[in-house]
């Protein structure tokens, strides 16, 4: 039930991940700049784009891998659906950054960083629920 469960979060995380990848996408100006620092760090739009698709779809991919090799340890493998959901919810907060600080409006980008932050919070969490997880069913089946 929870391996259905998490994959249809993942599921609808990818579908908003690309949702979101594309809206910022059309708003980006032909030179994205990531980060400002004295010398800034910039990419263009299409090396941005063709970075994110590779790398969206790696990570993504690795869903179908983990589920082909580890077929017999439903746990794991639903607890690596929600991983994969919450790295999708940290991307789709950076990509919000992005559009954010690329954008000619002025906002206070700094506001972004509740988003950020809580995305690596929720992933850092997530990691650790695993082998808490474990030890718990370890020291409860004594």
């Known amino acids: 039930m929870a391996l ?3 994959k249809g979060v993942w599921f609808f995380s990818v579908l908003g ?3 979101m990848f594309f809206y910022v ?5 032909e030179l994205v700049t990531l980060w400002e620092t004295p010398e800034p760090i910039t990419l263009s739009r299409n090396g941005l784009f063709y970075l994110l ?4 779809g790696l990570l993504n991919a690795t869903v179908y891998l983990v589920r082909q090799l580890l077929q017999n340890n439903a746990g794991f493998v639903a ?3 929600g991983m994969m959901a919450t790295i999708n ?3 789709i907060a ?5 559009h954010v600080f690329n954008g000619g409006d002025r906002y206070d980008y700094t506001r972004m960083a509740p988003a950020i932050y809580g995305s690596l919070i929720l992933i850092s969490v997530w990691l650790i629920s ?3 997880i474990k030890l718990s069913q370890k020291f409860s089946s004594k």
């Open 4 to 6: 259905k469960i998490l």
């Open 17 to 19: 991940l690309l949702g």
């Open 25 to 29: 996408y059309a708003g980006l100006p």
């Open 53 to 56: 698709i590779l790398t969206i």
């Open 79 to 81: 607890w690596f659906f």
């Open 89 to 91: 919810l940290f991307i």
């Open 94 to 98: 950076v990509l919000g950054f992005i």
């Open 130 to 132: 695993w082998p808490v």
